[in-house]
């Protein structure tokens, strides 16, 4: 089992950054593939950013690239999801997940754990 603790979240104005962090316990972090979803209030979880374990690649949605950046540290068990010149459409909860045998990295069913989310609101 695998638990995921979000923080960082908040309330920021257009064009601010904020930076989420993942902390994750209970089996060997460095193994897993980690993502992060946002859902908006009425609207689906959507794919944000993900990060392989084996070689620390990254993927991202079109809407935020170039402006966020996700990255992990092993050796703290953390996964990081820095976000830079947020807009409004950036507003939801965003959910940190992870998983270990992962095909499609945009796919929320890639992923068995999910943490509780963390409230990002940008005011325009």
């Known amino acids: 089992q695998v638990q995921l603790v979000e923080s960082g979240g908040g309330l920021v104005q257009t064009g601010g950054s904020l930076r989420l962090s993942c902390a994750a316990s209970?089996?060997?972090?460095?193994?897993?593939?980690m993502a992060w979803f946002r859902q908006a209030p009425g609207k689906e979880r959507e794919f944000v950013s993900a990060i392989r374990w084996s070689d620390s690649g990254t993927y991202y949605a079109d809407s935020v690239k170039g402006r966020f950046t996700i990255s992990r540290d092993n050796a703290k068990n953390t996964v990081y999801l820095q976000m830079n010149s947020l807009k409004p459409e950036d507003t939801a909860v965003y959910y940190c997940?992870?998983?270990?045998?992962?095909?499609?990295?945009?796919?929320?069913?890639?992923?068995?754990?999910w943490g509780q989310g963390t409230q990002v609101t940008v005011s325009s």
């Open positions: 209970g089996r060997t972090f460095s193994r897993f593939g």
């Open positions: 997940a992870a998983g270990t045998y992962i095909v499609a990295v945009t796919a929320k069913n890639q992923y068995p754990y």
